[in-house]
């Protein structure tokens, strides 16, 4: 009996090994990058989409008129050459690049760029049912886009606009073959055909999309031979790859695994903090929140610092205000996060008159942006006791959190955790600050916060053109918001990410784009 | 025979049906909505009214049923909005990926299962069978998340012997032995908790019918101990063990969703969570419809089979 188990087990041991074949077997091919990514794409068409997770590939695949700077979220030409902003501001003018190509042949002209907005924008355009476009809003401010000559396109604006060129750097705004939409219509997000660095190869569902180098690409050919992105949902399984080697890339490593990443010979650790804020909504609109030293007292209550190292374990800074960092221009950084003093909330709450109400924190267990939102609710919930306020949080899945949350917390609920990604200073507070944003008013003011200056402010930034102007508003902004305090501001997150040390030339981008054109692999 | 099997077929519909409906009413009551779940964040009142029209929300509750009812009766599963792709590609291309992951995994917990079964029956309470039982219990005690991380970290990450997760290789590969490669763990995990209810029930039974009297005939004969053990004595307990086989079909089946999710595996059960979470409706139909058709066909053949081996099953 016992000989024979070891027959077995010799056998099966043998079997094994061959099996496994050489010891090469997880090693990523020469000059390819596997990226790991979070999920699958639900598309690779830039109007429908609206996740991060999505634009990781769709920037590699598509240009827009405009592009973010390296390393900033400021805007440089791309497929336009030049503009002109109008006197008035109204109309924006676009010298566009000659000789582009998209990947299927076609050529890029002012008829494309009109053609993919009259199909975002124009009910009327026979392609419009080929989505729907939920960001299609950035682009509402325009009333017509025209090509004047195959090389010079117009958009003409409703109203002035300032994040206008901002949102044309962002995915919504990448310009997709028409001719390839002629030929798929809907299918066109597994179709896609850009201008970009790399060309679509192909999508195997659930598996991996594949580009390969695009040779004429008009910025200069990427050193990448071609790029795999890999969807691995499970956080755990994503860092068994990177460590077994199956990946060379992964984004959004899971903090309390960074360390396993820490010998440079074999791994790169990156960090990027993005414009990305974290917040809890206060109802201002019914006691006791309406009294705005006990939206203080709860800013100074909550040990922000002890949720952004122990709970984000360092992957977040702790947040000042409304505005984050990464909008450099327009950050006023003459403000400092409220300290942690729980003596000072305790004060402020004793003046303030607060009845001892029970109070509702809603908790999400997940979703876009919100970082680890049930431990950092639960923390919140511990350091507000300490100061005497009660608060029971109530925690739902994300769909069904938003679908609580947006239509505002009146009669619901005292506060909610939030977080927004934006590619401008102006979209956050214009949305969810302005007394023009309240929910009834399709806004997403869900706390009802209303100061006019702040308005005032807001509107005076959007209207203008000038970027010394713009910044000074949103400073003045942020210090009056700051004070005000509508929001317990917690944190911004830095995104981060892990590589091979064969990947040379890679860097996160404060947009939180993933960007490979210059990236080589030795 | 024949009959029986047309009549447990007929019985497919109502049951296919009535589950749909089920499905249906469950993912109506839960709360939020597919055009939220599209629009996220950004969704204001005005874009979600105009988004459920699009979509035909709007219609009441019944109605939308009838129509989904009807499409599918033309073979028409509707489109996924979630993955931007027909519903039937999806479910029919993650589906099989299920059936190779569960099919591999069944066909080695049979062969463990009854094989440690019939050991640990014949050689009752000696050393063998205390270590196989505790084995057993291990296996049906450990859950198959943490079993499956095990595994990777040590045949993937340590002795990069086997790829931690997919199902192909990413460069390359896509031939059968790179199937295989990819398969040994996930197969291995989704298999032990099935093993050790098969080799439990399989020991029981061995034990049951040992102890019965034509076995002592048979060994009064002088019949050889194997052919008494697997011809006759095996033989009878097959009957029992079956009906078994057939209900961790349908287990190993539904534990698949943990260990494609561990495994990156694009079955159907990681699809399901997924347009569960993202209020994909018609994705989640056409998954749950499959699955329930297959997991009643499981049990249909294991009936068939238990007729042709049981003679007083037959009557």
């Not at chain 1, 592009?67 to 497929?79: H, S």
């Not at chain 1, 450099?328 to 403000?335: K, R, T």
């Amino acid at each position: 009996m016992k000989r024979t188990i070891c027959k077995v087990s010799a056998a099966l041991f043998l079997a094994a090994a061959t099996f496994s074949g050489s010891a090469a077997l997880a090693q990523t091919p020469p000059n390819v990058l596997v990226v790991g990514q979070i999920a699958e794409p639900k598309s690779l068409d830039p109007a429908v989409v609206t996740a991060v997770n999505d634009f990781r590939i769709l920037m590699n695949l598509y240009d827009g008129l405009v592009r973010y700077k390296d390393g900033a979220l400021e805007v440089e030409p791309a497929l336009a050459k030049s503009w002109r902003i109008s006197a008035d501001g109204l109309a924006y003018t676009f010298a566009l690049r000659d000789g582009v190509k998209f990947h299927d042949g076609s050529a890029f002209t002012a008829d494309a760029v009109k053609f993919n907005f009259d199909r975002m924008l124009d009910e009327k355009s026979p392609y419009h049912d080929t989505g729907p476009f939920p960001l299609s809003f950035f682009f509402s401010a325009v009333r017509e886009v025209k090509a004047l000559d195959p090389l010079t396109v117009e958009f003409d604006l409703k109203e002035r606009y300032a994040p206008f060129l901002s949102n044309l750097a962002y995915p919504t705004g990448l310009i997709v073959s028409p001719e390839a939409i002629k030929t798929y219509g809907k299918e066109i997000g597994r179709h896609p055909s850009g201008t970009g660095a790399f060309v679509f190869k192909e999508w195997e569902s659930n598996s991996k999309v594949v580009l390969e180098r695009n040779p004429d690409y008009w910025d200069g050919a990427p050193k990448l031979e071609a790029v795999v992105f890999r969807p691995i949902t499970d956080g755990n399984t994503r860092v068994a790859e990177m460590l077994s080697g199956g990946i060379d890339l992964m984004v959004e490593v899971p903090p309390d695994t960074l360390g396993q990443f820490k010998d440079p010979a074999r791994y790169q650790i990156f960090q990027q903090a993005g414009p990305h804020v974290w917040f809890l909504m206060l109802n201002a609109k019914e006691p006791p929140f309406d009294d705005k030293r006990m939206r203080q007292a709860v800013n100074y209550a909550v040990n922000k610092k002890a949720i952004v190292d122990n709970i984000l374990q360092g992957t977040a800074q702790v947040a000042a205000g409304p505005t984050p960092p990464a909008f450099a221009w327009a950050y006023n950084d003459a403000l400092t996060p409220y300290p942690y003093d729980p003596e000072k909330a305790k004060e402020l709450i004793k003046e303030a008159g607060y009845d001892g109400q029970p109070l509702i924190l809603y908790v999400t267990e997940g979703g876009s942006g919100m970082l680890d939102p049930v431990p950092m609710g639960t923390a919140i919930q511990a350091d507000l006791a300490a100061v005497g306020l009660k608060v029971n949080i109530e925690t739902y899945e994300w769909n069904t959190f938003l679908g609580k949350v947006n239509p505002g917390l009146e009669g619901k609920a005292n506060l909610a955790e939030m977080a927004w990604m934006t590619n401008d200073p102006d979209t956050l507070p214009y949305l969810a600050l302005r007394t023009g944003a309240m929910p009834d008013k399709g806004g997403f003011n869900s706390g009802y916060y209303s100061n006019p200056e702040v308005d005032k402010l807001l509107e005076g930034a959007r209207q203008s053109t000038d970027q010394v102007e713009r910044a000074k508003l949103y400073k003045k902004m942020q210090a009056i918001v700051h004070d005000d305090a509508p929001w317990l501001f917690v944190a911004n997150w830095k995104q981060n990410a892990v590589a091979s040390s064969a990947v040379k030339n890679f860097k996160l981008q404060p947009s939180f784009f993933l960007l490979l054109h210059d990236v080589t692999k030795g | 025979m024949l009959s029986f099997i047309a009549r447990r077929l007929l019985a497919l519909i109502p049951i296919l049906i009535g589950l749909s409906l089920i499905v249906f009413l469950i993912m109506a009551l839960i709360p939020g909505d597919p055009a939220l779940a599209i629009l996220g964040s950004y969704a204001t009142p005005e874009s979600l009214t105009r988004l459920r029209a699009e979509m035909g929300l709007d219609h009441s509750l019944p109605v939308q049923y009838l129509i989904w009812l009807d499409n599918i009766l033309h073979g028409d599963f509707g489109r996924s909005y979630s993955l931007n792709r027909p519903v039937l590609d999806e479910v029919v291309e993650r589906f099989r990926a299920t059936l190779i992951l569960s099919a591999t995994a069944f066909a080695l917990c049979s062969i463990w299962g009854v094989l440690a079964g019939v050991v640990c029956a014949v050689r009752q309470n000696g050393w063998v069978d205390r270590m196989v039982t505790a084995l057993v219990l291990i296996g049906i005690s450990i859950p198959s998340f943490w079993l499956g991380l095990l595994l990777i970290l040590l045949f993937a990450v340590r002795l990069h012997w086997l790829p931690a997760s997919g199902m192909f290789a990413i460069y390359g590969g896509g031939d059968l032995l790179d199937l295989a490669r990819h398969l040994v763990l996930p197969a291995t995990t989704l298999s032990v908790v099935a093993a050790g209810v098969i080799a439990r029930l399989t020991r029981a039974s061995m034990l049951e019918v040992l102890r019965q009297d034509f076995i002592r005939t048979a060994r009064a004969k002088g019949v050889a101990e194997a052919s008494v053990i697997f011809r006759h004595a095996f033989k009878a307990a097959l009957v029992n063990i079956t009906p078994v086989l057939g209900v961790q079909a349908g287990f190993v089946l539904g534990g698949a969703v943990y260990v494609e999710t561990i495994f990156q595996w694009p079955g159907i059960g990681r699809m399901l969570v997924t347009a569960i979470s993202t209020r994909d409706i018609l994705l989640v139909q056409g998954g749950v419809l499959v699955v329930a058709a297959s997991y009643v066909l499981f049990n249909l053949i294991a009936d068939v089979v238990q007729h042709l081996l049981d003679p007083r099953v037959r009557t």
